[in-house]
């Protein structure tokens, strides 16, 4: 059974800085682990993502401030956020997809992300 756990969300002033992170287990090798966030009456919205075998995605509206990395060996990914905007704000979510199969997927509670001006 796979299971995700956030960590590292938290209150900041614009133009600061976050690491969120997210321990994964149960997860298969061949995988993508990636970071969605979902604004107050807003719906879950793409943030980042990276494969297993190092390949990554951003959306537009991060780009060129926020990294995703991962560590394979501790099954741990990593959102660093930069540069921090009100409309950051959102609940951040850690996804596990198999790469072979979509269907095998899997979201972390969620963890709080408030950017303050």
């Known amino acids: 059974q796979v299971q995700l756990v956030e960590s590292g969300g938290g209150s900041v002033q614009a133009g600061g800085s976050l690491r969120l992170s997210c321990a994964a287990s149960?997860?298969?090798?061949?995988?993508?682990m990636g970071w969605y966030r979902q604004a107050p009456g807003k719906t879950r919205e793409f943030v980042a993502d990276m494969s297993s075998s190092g390949a990554t995605n951003y959306a537009d509206s991060v780009k060129g401030r926020f990294t995703i990395t991962r560590d394979n060996a501790k099954n741990m990914v990593y959102l660093e956020m930069s540069d921090l905007k009100s409309e950051d704000t959102a609940i951040y979510y850690c996804?596990?997809?198999?790469?072979?199969?979509?269907?095998?997927?899997?979201w972390g509670q969620g963890t709080q992300v408030t950017v303050t001006s």
């Open positions: 996804n596990y997809r198999h790469m072979y199969s979509s269907s095998i997927n899997a």
């Open positions: 149960g997860i298969s090798s061949r995988n993508v």
